[in-house]
């Protein structure tokens, strides 16, 4: 009885599993061949002694008692000499199906690795950094295992029983047919396994199971509410009555195999008594019965070679089924389109323009932005404003060329971003956003990553205007602690700030900033504001904002409501315009005036 | 036997009674397989002694075979079903018992383990070991036993039919059984190396992928990919150097058994030419040869997946004796103070957290605790609803000592309003009424409202009915903290523990959300851990909590004229 690994959507035909792994291996793909020839060699010799059992007892039996010695033993040692050679030829198999199990394992994380880490970053986007790294760990993992220990074992799937067949047939049918009929009703019962009846009782198992584990997740998770609620006794007792169910079904389940089980297993066990049941009905006499007996006893030996083998391919086919889905899912994560490569290298300017832009975020069907059109002069700010959904980041994503637009152009420097050639739209722009993270490198390498001869001076220019100073004080090797080892770990907003200074290094021309950053640290909140202010001080920068009071000394504001511009103005202008940026400063101001306070009068301004 | 299983695997008494059932039904199985077997060495003999003349006629007819043949799969047929019974089915019970131990255990566990990630990874890790164990003891466990105690028995039987002959069986079983053990073991020991290695691999393609933005804002591809193409070479080498050899002997050993059958051959026929042995001997000889290898062979293999099993059984162990939080299940307290006395604590050995922190946070009036990250406030905002345990000094809510307090009764005077909210996948309204249980529609309603809900609630599909979803992925940041308020406000405890950073995690509606607090917080005993200085200052009390300790304490107006760390902090975030 064994689980079955969830179904998956019918596919377009693949080819071979083997196939599959054929363009990772490089120069290794030889290795698949020669573990599968070794592996059939294997097989074959292993028939040998078989053979030579056979040939000895027959010799036996016609010479009764006067034996030949160097005749017995030739077959022995035979016999013994193939199997050594069966056992080396299946060691050399193992040896070359481990090398490609390597081989491939590595293959796939390199190959994958490069072409997920070119990948437009909208692919970031829609594919969680965890999940991803599953993808890869699974393939990995499943692909070697697969190679390793299955390959060699693949060719005595086929081998073994055609030549067993074979030898029944050459020998003596009759007696070979005996053999067969137990075996080709082990099969049918096997097949017929699985009635209806059997089938309902399976599902109802896989749901409970499915259902206790699901709550088993949500109960622990839920632990810390229903305690402080008091009612954790009521989300046991749920959790309590679906273990039992599960005990019930399973068993239920389990109950239905008992009697196929044990018919199986008393059919195949009955190989031998049919056997004897067959030869005594082919039985002529006390003549041929030596020859009778030596086919006898060469049946009797070959029988328990086919269970096995059915039970080596069943375990075969279930894990080729796993190794092929996993190469599906890796597949499917890296089907995602590749961006056209741009080849200008020389913008014009430091501007940032949108024209009539409209996009719609793919599996969406309403455009995130609708023909929005702005301009940013070199070394203006400009802040978008809205609420959440209403585009902004977006926009602030479209300038990095995260996605490319349904319509109209993004220009960076006076030339559309589709064209520049990625290093140098990537030199030119530097982007803040809030998924900033730090690596396990050291600080100063974090901070010059990217920048290339970067002066000490300006280094520490950067930590300085970045507000870290009192970061790289606290820790006893300042900018060379690495980061990661040893338990160093900084806070969000820690990082954010050190991320801060790599991008003022880099002094890029251009800056997208999403001022959520500086809300990673609730506490340290002014310093981090004083970083962004540092980096976008005399760049071109479009700034996404939360909080009103950073947008007050923007150059322009854009007032954005489902992904279009609704209101466009300065500060002072758009207060003027009473509209939607005026009830919005208006909120704003009540929630800077907030106080917690246990007096009964209101506390709103 | 009982004691050995019960102590070995965990299990309780009836557990450990089923197993030995299901091993010895196993064995009388694995038994029962040799009848078939016998019927045909008795055939052989038969037909020796008619060919070489010592008899005339077989001795049975083909009837006589037929009807011990039937008597025979009848009597392999009922021992099966028996033995299935045995095995498959008895571990479920046990099974069950488990979970539900594991679940009470997880539930007596203090509030601060489950902060932590790591103690859902280690849940869902436990709850899959359940999982394996089930299916282990299902399967592997009674056979590996049986198998044991079967070729023991057989051994001794051949043994005892002919010592040499059985040797010649036999000499394979301890040589491949040595090959396969040692091999293993050193295989774990390599395993842990190359763990190591592979880890640190895995661990640089997911600083690639959470980094991907940087590496490619950087232009860093290429150098990223050769250095990431360097460890694998280096990975795939290591694995070259270590494991090829010894996963390629791991699974020879299997292929060694087979050995034995030339083995036979040889040693049979010399003996036979020498006249030591007869004819009859040495033909159930190679028979016995072609059958004994593959349940050798299958019971190496079910020994080799029992191997994680002792680690999984630890790790529930572990589990089952983490320290658990009990006490009284009443308590009266005479009004709601907080106070804490001289209380020292620490997360670990080695750090002290808190250091003799002493301070009352009165019934009625709002408390604020300030001061740098990683301080000590939170850790103090925690202590007094007892998410730990403390080390020294005492902690009173209107006069009782909290650790002396079952949690779950202690907390039903706390609303606690935390940056993380757990939602669950049921209505709206029906998350709301965790707050309070017996709550009908009404109540429930008037808290949703009060805590600013109503604004969002009337923009999904079903209004309040609406289904959240696992976790309440669809609802934003600011959306589920005001079903936290709301649940709070429905609570209506005396003592709310609030963080401010609350407030900011939604911008766009945080005037919304402060409304909420602001009606939360009237007439209660408010216990605010606060990060912008400008919110509490209309508090009543400032607790300024810095390395562990108390630095300053008092009214905010107090404070702002001592010009301390308060003072300071204020004019900072001003700037």
């Known amino acids: 009885m064994t689980q079955q690994a969830k179904g998956s959507p019918k596919k377009a035909k693949q080819p071979a599993l083997l196939k599959r792994f054929v363009p990772f291996m490089g120069e290794k793909r030889f290795f698949l061949f020669l573990s599968l020839l070794l592996s059939s060699l294997h097989a074959l010799l292993g028939m040998l002694p078989f053979l030579m059992v056979w040939l000895l007892v027959r010799q036996l039996l016609q010479t009764l008692g006067q034996v030949q010695l160097e005749g017995l033993t030739k077959y022995a040692w035979l016999a013994f000499a193939a199997q050594v050679l069966a056992i080396l030829c299946y060691f050399a198999a193992l040896l070359f199906s481990h090398l490609a199990g390597f081989r491939v394992e590595v293959a796939l994380q390199k190959k994958g690795m490069e072409r997920i880490i070119n990948k437009p970053l909208g692919f970031f986007d829609t594919n969680l950094s965890g999940r991803m790294r599953k993808i890869i760990n699974d393939s990995a993992g499943s692909t070697h295992s697969f190679l390793a220990h299955q390959l060699p074992d693949m060719a005595a799937t086929v081998i073994t029983p055609l030549s067993v067949l074979l030898l029944i047939a050459l020998v003596d049918w009759r007696l070979g047919i005996a053999l067969l009929i137990p075996i080709l009703m082990g099969f049918i019962t096997m097949g017929g396994m699985m009635t209806t009846a059997g089938k309902a009782f399976q599902d109802q198992y896989l749901n409970a199971l499915e259902a206790m584990s699901s709550e088993s997740v949500e109960y622990v998770r839920g632990i810390p509410v229903v305690k402080t609620f008091g009612q954790s006794v009521f989300s046991f007792k749920r959790f309590y009555n679906l273990i039992l169910n599960y005990k019930e079904m399973v068993y239920a389940y389990t109950i239905t195999w008992r009697h196929p089980m044990s018919a199986y297993t008393m059919i195949m066990q009955a190989g031998g008594l049919f056997l004897v049941v067959a030869s005594l009905l082919t039985w002529e006499g006390s003549d041929s019965a030596g020859i009778l007996l030596s086919n006898f006893i060469l049946f009797l030996m070959l029988a328990p070679l086919f269970s096995t083998t059915m039970m080596k391919s069943m375990y075969l086919y279930q894990n080729k089924m796993i190794a092929g889905q996993v190469l599906d899912r890796m597949e499917g994560l890296l089907d995602y389109p590749d961006m056209s490569r741009g080849k200008q290298t020389q913008i014009d300017d430091t501007s940032l323009a949108f024209q009539y832009v409209t996009f719609t975020y793919p599996g969406s069907d309403t455009p995130a932005v609708s023909s929005v059109s702005f301009r940013i002069n070199p070394g203006e700010t400009i802040a978008l404003v809205g609420a959440s959904g209403s585009g902004k980041t977006t926009l602030a994503r479209l300038a990095a060329r995260f996605w490319d637009v349904d319509s109209g152009q993004v220009l960076v420097g006076g030339v559309n971003v589709k064209n520049i050639a990625k290093e140098t739209l990537m030199d030119n722009v530097s982007f803040v956003f809030q998924t900033t993270r730090l690596m396990k490198m050291s600080l100063r390498d974090n901070i010059t990553f990217g920048t290339t001869n970067a002066t000490e001076e300006a280094i520490q220019r950067a930590v300085d205007l970045s507000q870290s100073r009192e970061i790289i004080y606290s820790l006893p090797q300042g900018l060379d602690t690495i980061i990661g080892s040893r338990g160093t770990y900084l806070s969000g907003g820690e990082q954010q700030r050190i991320a801060l200074a790599r991008s003022i290094l880099k002094d890029a021309p251009i800056v997208l900033l999403d001022e959520a950053t500086a809300f990673a640290d609730p506490e340290n909140e002014h310093l981090i504001r004083k970083a962004l202010k540092a980096l976008s001080q005399g760049k071109t920068t479009l700034m996404i904002a939360h909080r009103l009071n950073s947008v007050v000394d923007a150059d322009q504001i854009l007032v954005m409501d489902k992904g279009r511009i609704v209101e466009k103005g300065s500060h002072e202008q758009l207060l003027q315009k009473q509209g939607m940026y005026a009830d919005m400063w208006a909120e704003y101001q009540t929630t800077i005036d907030w106080k917690v306070s246990s007096s009964k009068k209101e506390v709103s301004a | ?566 003072a300071s902090m204020v004019e900072a975030q001003s700037a």
């Open chain 2, 1 to 566: 036997m009982n004691r050995f299983l019960q102590n070995r695997y965990a299990m309780t008494p009836e557990g450990a009674r089923d197993l030995n059932k299901s091993i010895w039904w196993t064995v009388l199985q694995f038994l029962s397989f040799m009848l078939p077997i016998m019927v045909c060495t008795f055939f052989t003999r038969d037909v020796l002694r008619v060919f070489s003349g010592k008899a005339q006629n077989l001795s049975w007819s083909i009837w006589a075979y037929v009807g011990i043949s039937l008597v025979i799969l009848t009597l392999i047929y009922i021992i099966n079903y028996i033995q299935y019974g045995s095995t498959y089915t008895r571990i479920y019970d046990e099974s069950a018992k488990t979970r539900i131990r594991l679940a009470e255990t997880l539930r007596q566990l203090p509030l601060s383990f489950f902060g932590q990630k790591d103690i859902a990874d280690l849940s869902s890790t436990i709850m899959e070991d359940t999982n394996q164990i089930e299916n282990l003891f299902s399967h592997n466990v009674p056979h590996v036993y049986a198998s044991i105690i079967s070729i023991l028995l057989m051994a001794v039987m051949m043994f005892l039919f002919d010592w040499r002959l059985a040797l010649a069986l036999f000499w394979v079983v301890p040589v491949a059984a040595l090959v396969f053990l040692s091999s293993s073991r050193y295989q774990k020991k390599v395993h842990t190396d190359v763990y190591h290695i592979k880890r640190d691999v895995s661990d640089f393609i997911q600083e690639g992928l959470d980094n991907a933005q940087v590496i490619q804002s950087c232009n860093e591809e290429k150098n990223y990919t050769s250095r990431l193409n360097a460890k694998l070479d280096a990975y795939e080498n290591y694995l070259i150097r270590t494991e090829l050899l010894i996963g390629a002997v791991l699974n020879l050993a299997n292929a060694l058994l087979y050995l034995g059958v030339p083995t036979v051959l040889i040693c049979g026929g010399t003996l036979l030419a020498q006249g030591q042995v007869d004819l009859f001997t040495f033909l159930v000889f190679l028979l016995v040869s072609s059958r004994i290898y593959s349940p050798i062979s299958e019971a190496l293999s079910n020994f080799a997946a029992l191997k994680y099993l002792g680690v999984r059984i630890e790790r529930m162990r572990e589990m089952n004796n983490m320290p658990r939080q009990t006490g009284k299940e009443t308590m009266q307290p005479k009004g709601y103070d907080i106070v804490f006395k001289d209380v020292d604590f620490s997360y670990q050995d080695d750090m002290q957290t808190l250091q003799r922190v002493s301070l009352t946070a009165k019934q009625g009036e709002v408390t604020a605790l300030v001061g740098p990250s990683g301080g000590g406030k939170s850790t103090i905002a925690k202590l007094a609803a007892r998410f730990w345990d403390i080390d020294r000094g005492r902690i009173t809510l209107g006069g009782e000592d909290i650790s002396q307090i079952d949690p779950e009764t202690l907390l039903q005077n706390f609303a606690i309003v935390f940056q993380d909210v757990t939602l669950f996948d049921m209505s709206v309204l029906d998350n709301i009424r965790i707050g309070k249980k017996d709550a009908n529609d009404e109540e429930v309603l008037h808290a949703a409202k009060l805590a600013q809900c109503d604004a969002f609630v009337k923009r999904l599909p079903q209004g309040y009915q609406t289904p959240i979803g696992e976790n309440g992925e669809r609802l934003s940041g600011g959306e589920r903290q005001r079903i936290s308020i709301a649940r709070a406000l429905l609570k209506d405890a005396p003592v709310i523990l609030l963080d401010e950073a609350t407030a900011s995690v939604d911008t766009q509606n945080e005037s919304k959300i402060q409304q909420g607090i602001s009606e939360l917080i009237k007439n209660k005993t408010v216990l605010i851990i606060a990060h912008r200085m400008r919110t509490v200052l209309g508090a009543d009390k400032i607790i300024v909590v810095a390395d562990g300790k108390i630095a300053e304490s008092g009214t905010p107006k107090e404070l702002l004229k001592q010009k301390g760390r308060f």
